[in-house]
DNA sequence: AATCTTATGTCAGCCTTGTTGACATTCCAA
DNA sequence: TTGGAATGTCAACAAGGCTGACATAAGATT
């Protein structure tokens, strides 16, 4: 488990972990998770486009070249959900799948230019946005903000998460 | 990447507020999101209901005897959108809708036995979850945690969600 | 060479949950 | 009395999940 900060048993730990903390927590990520998303769908809104769109995108961009098969495991759907969103994304030269060079089955996927222009479009209202609450809450409070949402994950997902921590 | 850092001004924020960072940051909310929705969501399957039922049941525990109209404001949703689940919930049995004491066009939303019981049984699967990152994470990385939230929020919904905050 | 397996694509159909638009009802308030 | 607010309902549609079935190509194994 991911074991990091300061601990328990301090009993100042005890008031903490209420049901009603808890709660508080959980609206709160249901809120943020709101904003976190609304500036990109209002982008997406206007190219026809969904938030599955905008995940592919991201993903493609972030891992160069990856095939379909990460993309669905990174993404926790169906291939037939996935490919959906891509013959749209290829129909409209955002992204390009070439034939693998090293296994043909495979299709690696790319950014066109005009896909980049998009995604890059998209990254930057998130980032506006959380870089705005970054600087209210402050570079401690970012620290623990990760922390938290690294021990939510799931232990597979964490550990996806994790081998693209730091590779860029 | 075309361009990186922002890096305007103020010292010690100027690593700090990287694309890279505010990639892991993005990257961290989906994936955490996709953790904070899992064991519900099992839960919902086995009943035969979507995450729009577990917000209902939620927000009504929540804010005993809320009108429809507050709770649209809250979620967010069309009330058609809205009416669909609370049907669904209301024929099942697990909420009751009565007629407003002062203003008789309303509705008073509350959830009957069933509906507490599976409200508990959501909301325990989902604390035990935070409760862990609380833990891993340790009170200060809360604190963080909750900040950046509420700073990512729409400003009618922090207020929505402030006003939430306290009162039980 | 034949066969098994993997990677991908595609078709069809279903579900939840969001949307708009139109229209009815109830009832408070001016 | 009349306007408008709150609510409900019906219909239609879309996005984006899902499953199942089947096709194709190509790597892997026997």
Same mark, same amino acid.
């Given at each position: 488990?991911?074991?990091?900060?300061?601990?328990?048993?301090?009993?100042?730990?005890?008031?903490? +972990?209420?049901?009603?903390? $808890? *709660?508080?927590?959980?609206?709160?990520?249901?809120?943020?998770? *709101?904003?976190? &998303?609304?500036?990109?769908?209002?982008?997406?809104?206007?190219?026809?486009?969904? *938030?599955?769109?905008?995940? =592919?995108?991201?993903?493609?961009? !972030? %891992?160069?070249? &990856?095939?379909?098969?990460? /993309?669905?495991?990174?993404?926790?759907? &169906?291939? @037939?959900?996935?490919?959906?969103? $891509?013959?749209? /994304?290829?129909?409209?030269? /955002?992204?390009?799948? *070439?034939?693998?060079? &090293?296994?043909?089955?495979?299709?690696?996927?790319?950014?066109?230019?005009?896909?980049?222009?998009?995604?890059?479009? $998209?990254?930057?209202? @998130?980032?506006?946005?959380?870089?705005? =609450?970054?600087?209210?809450?402050?570079?401690?409070? #970012?620290?623990?903000?990760?922390? #938290? +949402?690294?021990?939510?994950?799931?232990?597979?997902?964490? !550990?996806?998460? @994790? %081998? /693209?921590?730091?590779?860029?």
């Amino acid at each position: 488990m991911a074991q990091s900060g300061p601990n328990h048993s301090s009993g100042e730990n005890l008031l903490f +972990l209420t049901d009603e903390q $808890l *709660r508080k927590g959980i609206e709160a990520m249901f809120f943020a998770y *709101r904003g976190f &998303t609304a500036d990109p769908d209002r982008i997406l809104e206007e190219y026809g486009y969904g *938030r599955a769109h905008h995940r =592919a995108l991201h993903f493609i961009n !972030r %891992s160069y070249g &990856t095939t379909v098969n990460n /993309l669905l495991t990174t993404l926790g759907v &169906t291939k @037939q959900s996935l490919n959906r969103v $891509l013959r749209g /994304l290829i129909a409209d030269g /955002l992204v390009e799948a *070439r034939v693998g060079r &090293t296994d043909r089955r495979e299709r690696n996927l790319f950014l066109t230019e005009a896909g980049q222009d998009l995604e890059r479009k $998209l990254a930057e209202a @998130q980032r506006v946005r959380m870089r705005a =609450a970054y600087r209210a809450a402050g570079p401690q409070a #970012v620290a623990g903000f990760r922390q #938290v +949402l690294e021990a939510m994950m799931d232990d597979d997902i964490r !550990r996806t998460y @994790q %081998s /693209l921590k730091d590779n860029r």
